[in-house]
């Protein structure tokens, strides 16, 4: 099976990602179990940062997110690839553009656009057949926007929801870039750079872009 392979941006055979799964590489656990539980701890553990954006390959790497409390949902989608392929689960990267409705002053007043791209969401396969699940929004920030936190069965699909909690639009896909085996870290700077031209213009040599 491939999207199994140690990579230098998926790099799980680091001390990091090492200590973090420990709890869950264990046989009492089964593999749906494991994965639950690691998607919980990456949602939550490390809050959701849209406006942090890392332009160098080295903070792409899984040991490196790691080291933060916070992530971009690029960064956050690593962050639990690595993990499950530790724990022999095959998983993978999928980006797309999305677009939010919701709490987006700072946003539209940040980028220029109330659309983020890329977006970056999980496949896993469990059990026979992939799964998709975005771990991005983190509880405590689901609870400030009035939105339900994206709860995984390892059965189900487990997406953005399309609607708050009141019935309001909350987050619209607009475009599926499709999953890929690696990090793609040059698609992933282009599409920031036809997206954001702005922005990335006063970025050059910069590691980490804050807005």
Same mark, same amino acid.
């Given at each position: &099976?491939? #999207?199994?392979?140690?990579?230098?941006? %998926?790099?799980?055979?680091?001390?990091?990602?090492?200590?973090?799964?420990?709890?869950?590489?264990?046989?009492?656990?089964?593999?749906?179990?494991?994965?639950?539980? !690691?998607?919980?701890?990456?949602?939550?553990? !490390?809050?959701?940062?849209?406006?942090?954006?890392?332009?160098?390959?080295?903070?792409?790497?899984?040991?490196?997110?790691?080291?933060?409390? #916070?992530?971009?949902?690029?960064?956050?989608?690593? %962050? %639990?690839?690595?993990?499950?392929?530790?724990?022999?689960? $095959?998983?993978?990267?999928?980006?797309?553009?999305?677009?939010?409705?919701?709490?987006?002053?700072?946003?539209?007043?940040?980028?220029?656009?109330?659309?983020?791209?890329?977006?970056? &969401?999980?496949?896993?396969?469990?059990?026979?057949? !992939?799964?998709?699940?975005?771990?991005?929004?983190?509880?405590?920030?689901?609870?400030?926007?009035?939105? /339900?936190?994206?709860?995984?069965?390892?059965?189900?699909?487990? &997406?953005?929801?399309?609607?708050?909690?009141?019935?309001?639009?909350?987050?619209?896909?607009?475009?599926?870039?499709?999953?890929?085996?690696?990090?793609?870290?040059?698609?992933?700077? /282009?599409?920031?750079?036809?997206?954001? $031209?702005?922005? &990335?213009?006063?970025?050059?040599?910069?590691?980490?872009?804050?807005?």
């Amino acid at each position: &099976m491939e #999207y199994l392979e140690h990579t230098y941006y %998926l790099d799980y055979k680091s001390k990091e990602i090492q200590e973090l799964i420990e709890e869950f590489d264990t046989q009492d656990l089964s593999s749906k179990e494991k994965a639950i539980g !690691w998607y919980y701890k990456v949602r939550d553990q !490390w809050k959701y940062d849209p406006y942090s954006i890392h332009l160098s390959k080295e903070k792409y790497r899984a040991s490196e997110v790691a080291k933060q409390d #916070y992530g971009h949902c690029v960064d956050k989608s690593i %962050l %639990l690839i690595a993990g499950l392929r530790a724990l022999g689960i $095959p998983a993978r990267i999928h980006l797309a553009k999305v677009k939010n409705h919701i709490a987006v002053e700072r946003l539209t007043e940040k980028f220029g656009t109330n659309e983020l791209a890329p977006h970056g &969401m999980v496949d896993l396969f469990l059990e026979g057949k !992939w799964l998709k699940v975005s771990p991005a929004f983190n509880k405590a920030l689901c609870e400030k926007c009035n939105v /339900a936190p994206l709860d995984f069965d390892g059965e189900q699909d487990s &997406m953005f929801h399309e609607y708050d909690r009141v019935g309001n639009v909350f987050m619209e896909y607009v475009e599926d870039y499709g999953h890929f085996e690696d990090v793609p870290f040059e698609f992933m700077i /282009a599409t920031l750079e036809t997206n954001y $031209p702005d922005i &990335m213009k006063i970025s050059e040599g910069l590691e980490m872009l804050k807005v």
